[in-house]
């Protein structure tokens, strides 16, 4: 089993729909919990992090973590073109803070206007 | 403030050969990640060095080399080169610790022939 997975995508969504994107993990001690989007030919950015069970709203995403489930997801609303590109989900595994971060494979989303 | 600069961004090599590659973080942080990105394996870890010490290391062969500098610059060196070697590699900064997420560089395009 891969320590972070994702939806295989690409995701394809229309504009102004809600994107919806998954991930699991594999480590129960996982301790924090990261969105970042990575344009084509651009490194990653960091749009979201959640470190406790719930749902985290900034602007148009929102974030959920179930640790029970060893669920994230990232929950885009009113998408728009612009936000058409891959989405990595990232874990921190265990509870050192030093410890390395552990990146899904992406989803890409696709945004039709 | 300055963000996390990447030399050079942009490299071709022989096999056989080897690479240096620069990361300057974010001015005061001290932690510097190293990551390897292809579009088969995605993100993988490689190193993290802070404070002139590499605290963890991925599972890459020991051709793989890094080290961090009083000013928290950090370089890491590939040796006889395969083509395999051909990725994005991907220097992230943090404060010291990864529970809050990374700023990663522009990255180093290395493609190897």
């Known amino acids: 089993q891969k320590e972070v997975e994702q939806n295989s995508g690409p995701l394809s969504v229309p504009e102004g729909a809600i994107a919806s994107l998954n991930c699991t993990y594999s480590d129960r001690g996982s301790q924090s919990f990261f969105w970042y989007r990575q344009y084509s030919g651009k490194s990653p950015e960091l749009i979201m992090s959640i470190y406790s069970n719930g749902d985290k709203e900034d602007g148009r995403f929102t974030a959920q973590l179930n640790k029970a489930s060893q669920y994230v997801s990232l929950l885009i609303r009113d998408s728009q073109p612009s936000d058409s590109a891959t989405y990595l989900c990232a874990v921190n595994p265990l509870k050192t803070s030093y410890d390395k971060v552990i990146f899904g494979p992406g989803t890409s989303l696709s945004v039709i206007p | 403030k300055a963000g996390v600069t990447q030399t050079p961004r942009y490299l071709i090599k022989t096999r056989g050969q080897q690479v240096t590659l620069s990361c300057s973080p974010i001015?005061?942080?001290?932690?510097v990640s190293w990551y390897q990105q292809t579009p088969g394996q995605g993100l993988q870890f490689l190193f993290e060095?802070?404070?002139?010490?590499?605290?963890n290391k991925g599972n890459f062969p020991g051709r793989f080399s890094g080290r961090q500098f009083s000013n928290s610059r950090s370089e890491m060196n590939v040796s006889t080169l395969e083509l395999g070697d051909s990725a994005l590699y991907l220097c992230?900064?943090?404060?010291?610790?990864?529970?809050?997420?990374?700023?990663f560089g522009s990255g180093t395009r290395l493609t190897v022939v």
């Open positions: 001015s005061g942080h001290r932690s």
């Open positions: 992230a900064s943090s404060s010291g610790t990864a529970l809050y997420g990374y700023t």
């Open positions: 060095y802070f404070s002139e010490t590499q605290r």
